[in-house]
Structures are given as structure tokens and as C-alpha cells.
């Protein structure tokens, strides 16, 4: 997805540059939430059509199921970082 590869290296051309592990880590809640998204709508991932909506969605579905509440909070914070990128 070239999107996150725009992001992986707009992480790492900021003045203050997260650690590879952090990066690393961004990616993969990125790519869970992109993977949850596709097969929840059974289309591919458009971030335009992300709503708070979604991400509440996403947040009731993984919250009990897969992820622990700190693991959740990671995610989440992975991806107001993204779609801050994004805009």
C-alpha cells in the first residue's frame, strides 16, 4: 500500500524521529485497522471514507475480541497519526 510507505517515510524524515520500533508498530495497527476495515465493508480501504462512525465501529469490534484496552489505545493513537498525515 503506497500510503503507508508515504507515511513510514514522512515518520521518518520529522525533526524528531520516532525509533524504527515505533514506526514499525504504527505500520502494523495501521494495517490491522486497513485489513478490519476491508473485510467489515467488503471493499478495499479509501481512507476519504472513514468516519468517526467507523473507527467507533472498529473500537466496539476489537476492544473485547482481539485487543487488550492499552493495546487499543496504541492502535488508535497509530491512527490519529495516520489521517493526521492524511490531511
Do not use: C, G
Not at 513510514?8 to 520500533?21: G, H, M, R, T
Request: charged content about 25%; proline content about 3%.
Amino acid at each position: 500500500m503506497n500510503l503507508l510507505e508515504s507515511f513510514k517515510n514522512y515518520l521518518f524524515s520529522q525533526e524528531d524521529k520516532p525509533s524504527k520500533v515505533t514506526v514499525k508498530n504504527y505500520l502494523s495497527d495501521i494495517n490491522h485497522f486497513v485489513r478490519w476495515y476491508e473485510n467489515a465493508f467488503a471493499k478495499n480501504f479509501d481512507p476519504k471514507s472513514v468516519t468517526r462512525q467507523t473507527l467507533d465501529q472498529y473500537k466496539q469490534q476489537v476492544s473485547n475480541q482481539i485487543l487488550s484496552p492499552r493495546s487499543l489505545e496504541r492502535h488508535l493513537s497509530s491512527l490519529r497519526k495516520f489521517f493526521k498525515f492524511l490531511l
